[in-house]
Nanobody, 124 residues
Framework: QVQLVESGGGLVQAGGSLRLSCAGS????????MGWFRQAPGKEREFVSA???????LHADSVKGRFTISRDNAKNTVYLQMSSLKPEDTALYYC??????????????????WGQGTQVTVSS
């Protein structure tokens, strides 16, 4: 059974930075993409960033140039470095593992297992 545990969320002022981590366990993550989504109150869950096992990345337009996704395959861990944070980045951030091997996408069905989320709050 896949387990994904996020950490690193918190309260930060606008313009600040945070680094989220997500540690996976329960099975191999070889050849599976990992990604981050977020959900603000009253809004749908939306794609943030994804990274393939080989290191190819995708980012939502709203975070390009501000967020960086990376992974440590030996540790089954994915990171999200967030800089120049804005109040509109406030949300519950979820880590996810790809639903299919050798595939990277940006939609909810592209991911099959999810963490519980970590809260990021950006004050103005």
């Amino acid at each position: 059974q896949v387990q994904l545990v996020e950490s690193g969320g918190g309260l930060v002022q606008a313009g600040g930075s945070l680094r989220l981590s997500c540690a996976g366990s329960g099975r191999t993550f070889s050849n599976y993409a990992m990604g981050w989504f977020r959900q603000a109150p009253g809004k749908e869950r939306e794609f943030v960033s994804a990274i393939s096992y080989g290191g190819s990345t995708l980012h939502a337009d709203s975070v390009k140039g501000r967020f960086t996704i990376s992974r440590d395959n030996a540790k089954n861990t994915v990171y999200l470095q967030m800089s120049s944070l804005k109040p509109e980045d406030t949300a519950l951030y979820y880590c996810a593992v790809g639903a299919r091997r050798n595939w990277i996408g940006r939609t909810l069905p592209d991911f099959g297992s999810w963490g519980q989320g970590t809260q990021v709050t950006v004050s103005s």
